[in-house]
Nanobody, 121 residues
Framework: VQLQAFGGGLVQAGGSLRLSCAAS????????VGWLRQAPGKEREFVAG????????YYADSVKGRFTISRDNAKNTVYLQMNSLKPEDTAVYYC???????????????WGQGTLVTVSS
């Protein structure tokens, strides 16, 4: 089971980025996929999540209305569209998969490598 996250970069405040999480190795039809982030000196936190088959989505209050999570089952890929980015969104973003809808990082079984998002003011 492998997850690969990519799409991070440097963007000015107010700008947009789209992160992608590509899964391989097994079917993810029964997995909840989440994006979590970790800023320097802070704990890893939940950003957004989506049920792979049902399409239900969940967001942290800090990103509601700005971020959108979606998935393309045919490509085994989950996306995180990030708009109206703020400097406080700067972090390493991780995608992860688990068997239950969850926000806490310990609930996830599989992790991709992180991708760095830097938002300049």
């Amino acid at each position: 089971v492998q997850l690969q996250a990519f799409g991070g970069g440097l963007v000015q405040a107010g700008g947009s980025l789209r992160l992608s999480c590509a899964a391989s190795g097994r079917t993810f039809s029964n997995y909840f996929v989440g994006w979590l982030r970790q800023a320097p000196g802070k704990e890893r936190e939940f950003v957004a999540g989506i049920t792979w088959s049902g399409g239900s989505t969940y967001y942290a209050d800090s990103v509601k209305g700005r971020f959108t999570i979606s998935r393309d089952n045919a490509k085994n890929t989950v996306y995180l569209q990030m708009n109206s980015l703020k400097p406080e969104d700067t972090a390493v973003y991780y995608c992860a998969a688990g068997t239950a809808v969850a926000a806490r990082p310990t609930a996830y079984d599989y992790w991709g490598q992180g991708t760095l998002v830097t938002v300049s003011s």
